[in-house]
């Protein structure tokens, strides 16, 4: 079993809707969790990071974790064009900051 | 511009060769990393630095070697390259500014 899993893609939403992404990790002593964004041929960026159960917001995204259940979510909304890319699930892993990625999933906002 | 910067950004090498991937960051972080990234499986940790003058395997660590020179910068080497190392391979500095990493643009290696 992988450590990060996400939902498999590509998903496709229409604009101004909101686009849900998943992501669940068997480490059940991981602390900290990422979202990063990769465009098509870029290198991933970071967009949220969290660290305690419930939601966290910031801007257009909110992302949500639940370490009972080992999930952590991003809700992308009033989706734009602009939000089509990959969205890659990270977890922190043992020491020194190291990270596990899930695959990703391949967001394509519709005009 | 602040950042990680690695060269190069593309290459094709022949089975056998060798070569080294450069990565530079100026943003005084102490922990770099080297990942690769293959369609379907998302970034695999090769190897990292946790502080200048130490290095550690990751999840991927056949085939390759590293140096962290300084605390600047940290290079992964190939030695013998081999098909199944045809990937594009991100260097990472992480910083506690925004507790996340930075990552370079990428190199684009093909083995043939």
């Known amino acids: 079993q992988k450590e990060v899993e996400q939902n498999s893609g590509p998903l496709s939403v229409p604009e101004g809707a909101i686009a849900s992404l998943n992501c669940t990790y068997s480490?059940?002593?991981?602390?900290?969790f990422f979202w990063y964004r990769q465009y098509s041929g870029k290198s991933p960026e970071l967009i949220m990071s969290?660290?305690?159960?419930g939601d966290k917001e910031d801007g257009r995204f909110t992302a949500q974790l639940n370490k009972a259940s080992q999930y952590v979510s991003l809700l992308i909304r009033d989706s734009q064009p602009s939000d089509s890319a990959t969205y890659l699930c990270?977890?922190?892993?043992?020491?020194?900051?190291?990270?596990?990625f899930g695959a990703g999933t391949t967001v394509t906002v519709r005009a | 511009n602040a950042g990680v910067t690695q060269t190069p950004k593309f290459q094709v090498l022949k089975t056998g060769q060798s070569m080294t991937l450069q990565c530079a960051q100026d943003?005084?972080?102490?922990?770099m990393y080297w990942y690769r990234q293959d369609p379907g499986m998302g970034l695999r940790l090769i190897y990292y630095?946790?502080?200048?003058?130490?290095?550690d395997k990751g999840e991927v660590p056949n085939g390759y070697n590293v140096s962290r020179l300084n605390k600047r910068e940290f290079s992964l080497r190939l030695e013998s390259a081999a098909p199944s190392q045809t990937s594009v391979y991100f260097c990472?500095?992480?910083?506690?500014?925004?507790?996340?990493?930075?990552f370079g643009s990428g190199t684009r290696l093909t083995v043939v």
């Open positions: 990472a500095s992480f910083g506690t500014e925004n507790y996340g990493y930075t």
């Open positions: 480490d059940r002593v991981s602390q900290s």
């Open positions: 969290i660290y305690s159960n």
């Open positions: 943003m005084n972080h102490n922990s």
């Open positions: 630095s946790a502080s200048e003058g130490t290095t």
């Open positions: 990270a977890v922190e892993t043992g020491d020194d900051y190291k990270l596990s």
